[in-house]
C-alpha cells in the first residue's frame, strides 16, 4: 500500500520565478492538504482540496494555487516567488468518510528559492 | 498570542526515561488532537491522534487531552534512542482536519544512549 508520494523531492529557483509540486494520495485517499514548513517551524496550513475543488484555505496569498485531479492526485503552484518562499512544503492525505480520517503525510518538496 | 504554544526545546534525556511532551492552545473551537514525529528532513508521521478530553494508549505512547485547561500531553515510556526527532502536536475544530490542522512549533527530543 503505498503512501504519500511527492515530487520533485528537491527544487532550487530563482526570485520572481513559478513552481509546480506534486502529490499523489495515499491509496483510497480522496482529500489533499498542502502546508508550508519554515525551518525550525511548525506546518502552516496552505489550503486543502476535495472533490477537485479548494475547500478551505488559510492565511497565504494569490500568489500560491492549487488543482486537484480526477484520480485525486494534487498540485500546488507558487508564481512570482520570494526568498521567503523556501521551505519544506507538504502534502497530506485523508478519507472524507468512514474510519481513518487522520491525515498521513509525505516526505515534502524542499524549495530554495535564491 | 500563538494559537498552539509548544515549546521548542531542545530536550535532553537518558535512555529508559519517560519523557513528557505538552501543548498548549487558545482555540476552544478544536476538538481533534495529534501528534506527530518528524525526523531531520523528513514527512510528519502520525504518532497519536484523540478526539475530545481524555486518555489514549498505545504501546509506549500515552496522549492525554484536558480541554478546560486547554493542554495536550504525550508520554513516551522507557525511550529509545530511536525516539530522537521533533514531535509536533496539531489541533483542529473539525475531524480530519477539514479546516486544516493547526501546529505547535514542534519540541526536538535528543534520547541519549
Known amino acids: 500500500d503505498a503512501g504519500v508520494t511527492q515530487s520533485p523531492t528537491h527544487l532550487i529557483k530563482t526570485r520572481g520565478q513559478q513552481v509546480t509540486l506534486r502529490c499523489s494520495p495515499k491509496?483510497?485517499?480522496?482529500?489533499v492538504s498542502w502546508y508550508q514548513q519554515a525551518l525550525g517551524q511548525g506546518p502552516q496550513f496552505i489550503f486543502q482540496y476535495y472533490e477537485e475543488e479548494e475547500r478551505q484555505r488559510g492565511n497565504f496569498p494569490d500568489r500560491f494555487s492549487g488543482h486537484q485531479f480526477p484520480n485525486y492526485s494534487s498540485e500546488l503552484n507558487v508564481n512570482a516567488l520570494l526568498l521567503g518562499d523556501s521551505a519544506l512544503y507538504l502534502c497530506?492525505?485523508?478519507?472524507?468518510?468512514?474510519?481513518?480520517?487522520?491525515?498521513?503525510f509525505g516526505p515534502g518538496t524542499r524549495l530554495t528559492v535564491l | 498570542q500563538k494559537e498552539v504554544e509548544q515549546d521548542p526545546g531542545p530536550l535532553s534525556v537518558p535512555e529508559g526515561a519517560i519523557v513528557s511532551l505538552n501543548c498548549t492552545y487558545s482555540?476552544?473551537?478544536?476538538?481533534?488532537f495529534m501528534w506527530y514525529r518528524q525526523y531531520s528532513r523528513k514527512g510528519p508521521e502520525l504518532l497519536m491522534y484523540t478526539y475530545s478530553s481524555g486518555n489514549k494508549e498505545d504501546g509506549r505512547f500515552t496522549a492525554q487531552v484536558d480541554k478546560s485547561s486547554k493542554y495536550i500531553s504525550l508520554f513516551i515510556r522507557d525511550s529509545q534512542p530511536s525516539d530522537s526527532a521533533t514531535y509536533l502536536c496539531?489541533?483542529?475544530?473539525?475531524?480530519?482536519?477539514?479546516?486544516?490542522?493547526?501546529f505547535g512549533k514542534g519540541t526536538h527530543l535528543i534520547i541519549q544512549p
Open positions: 491509496s483510497g485517499h480522496d482529500t
Open positions: 497530506a492525505s485523508s478519507l472524507e468518510q468512514g474510519a481513518g480520517y487522520e491525515q498521513f
Open positions: 496539531a489541533m483542529s475544530a473539525l475531524r480530519g482536519g477539514a479546516d486544516g490542522l493547526t
Open positions: 482555540n476552544s473551537a478544536f476538538q481533534y
